[in-house]
């Protein structure tokens, strides 16, 4: 009887490096179907994100179990270890990106049904600004392009101001029309979501920084987020 030939560390590892990029691959189509059932109040859409989370789920789980089995057939070189570490690490950051785009989709399944707020536009804006955030940061992190993975990670301060922004106008919406309260808590609640989404998109950057140089980004990165300490009037001066 033939003796099957053993899977090599290194084919082992191309196998891992194809998973994530098959979780990415499904991460950024939610993220996208998730902002685009937002935009549209689609319920339909929003109810396929959601199911779609398992699928993201179950494919985290199995790049767990192949990283767990990787480590336990060591000892490996530095370099090797740094691949492992590095896709461990970048698909918790695609597992959680698949649950903020879960959360949009079930707070959609809200603000569907309500009377179309003020600020739905400008937290439109902000789903299409993170998307591109993973849109570039997983192009960066597939061509091992530093560079780029440095502009997502400085580009994150945009989001946070648009944040920033968004939150204040939802406050002043609510704050003038009791009505829109309701959809107003959502919205800042999916707006939260989308920046959220930003923040793992700097990780994964520094993920790539990791990888490819061995050391950490020490730099402090950007956080322009100020909606914990914002204030704003009663309009009628109470």
């Not at 989709?105 to 400008?122: D, I, M, Q």
């Amino acid at each position: 009887m033939a003796i099957p030939t053993p899977i090599r560390p290194r084919e082992r590892l191309q196998g891992l490096e194809v998973d994530l990029a098959q979780m990415a691959g499904l991460v950024e189509a939610q993220l996208s179907e998730a902002v685009g059932a937002f935009e549209r109040r689609d319920v339909d859409a929003a109810e396929r994100v959601i199911r779609s989370d398992e699928r993201v789920d179950a494919t985290h789980q199995s790049i767990d179990a192949k990283v767990m089995s990787l480590l336990l057939g060591g000892p490996y070189d530095a370099s090797t270890l740094r691949e492992i570490m590095t896709y461990m690490r970048v698909a918790g950051e695609l597992e959680r990106v698949g649950d903020m785009s879960k959360n949009v989709a079930k707070r959609t399944l809200v603000v569907a049904r309500e009377k179309p707020a003020k600020p739905y536009a400008g937290v439109g804006r902000m789903g299409r600004a993170s998307l591109r955030q993973i849109s570039d940061i997983l192009n960066a992190f597939a061509a091992r392009n530093l560079v780029a993975a440095k502009a997502v990670w400085g580009g994150d301060d945009d989001l946070d101001e648009l944040y920033n922004s968004v939150y204040r106008e939802i406050l002043e919406s609510m704050m003038h029309d009791p009505t829109a309260v309701s959809a107003g808590t959502h919205l800042v609640f999916i707006a939260k979501n989308f920046e959220r989404v930003g923040d793992h998109a700097t990780n994964i950057a520094e993920d790539l920084h990791f990888l490819l140089t061995g050391s950490a980004l020490i730099v402090e990165r950007p956080k322009g987020d100020q909606t914990s300490t914002t204030i704003l009037r009663n309009p009628r001066g109470v």
